[in-house]
């Protein structure tokens, strides 16, 4: 028999079916989302098999919770047993925790072992572009809060949390041209390439860059190579071209 160990997210990115026999590589992360590869031996296995396969001990202490493929989490309790062949699950999260948080995003279901969540989780949950969108917890009534990717959602209130993810969109002003980026952060060279599209690095020219309107963080200042600022609608530039030859 083939000792190999058939690994579930190959298998899955290639369409094939699953093997029949152990042992399987599955994927396990924290709430962090950094998974790696655990070793299971056989193809039904429980809940309280893969927390110890895990080492996430005692596993009384631990909550376990499946990703499906449509990325929705769902709690597998210690004793409820699941097929690794059939059930289309090669991912696990892993919480130190005795309750489970459920939240809506964009408008999915989703069960969580912590009483927060940050921004890139959701959006990696939500199987979206990080840099491209943002994410929103729905303040019922009152205005949408933003969590940044480093920001945390807040899901220990008594009912159920709604978080919805929206593509980035500014217009800002460079060099009196108005123009739409889609990202909250802009790098030295992204806002050189807005004023002059055919800039490249070179030691006869230098690029000079002024802002003002820029949100709290920022409001106003210059930037020099290597450096990121952070954007807002109507924030204004100013990119000048210096000969250095």
Known sequence: MDTTIEDLQDAFAAGRGIREYGPYHVRVGREGLDFRKVVLPHPVVTGKGILEAAEALPTEEHLLFKI????????????????????????????????AFRFLLDERAFDWGASRISGATLKHLAGVDISSHDVWQDARGGTDVLIEDDGFGDLAAPSVE????????????????????????????????????????????????????????????AMVEGQHVKIKDNMVFYVTPTDRS
């Not at 499906?68 to 925790?97: C, H, I, K, N, Y």
């Not at 593509?167 to 739409?180: A, Q, S």
Request: glycine share 6%; hydrophobic share 40%.
């Open 162 to 221: 709604r978080f919805i993810t929206r593509p980035i969109g500014f217009f800002i002003v460079v060099n009196g041209k108005r123009k739409e980026v889609f990202r909250r952060r802009l790098s030295y060279w992204e806002i050189v390439k807005l004023a002059f599209p055919e800039a490249v690095p070179s030691e006869n020219i230098i690029y000079t860059i002024n802002y003002a309107r820029g949100p709290h963080a920022n409001p106003e200042g």
């Open 68 to 99: 499906t493929q449509s990325g929705v989490t769902e709690e597998l309790r210690p004793d409820a047993a699941m097929d690794l062949r059939s059930d289309g699950v090669e991912r696990f999260v892993v919480f130190r925790s005795d309750r």
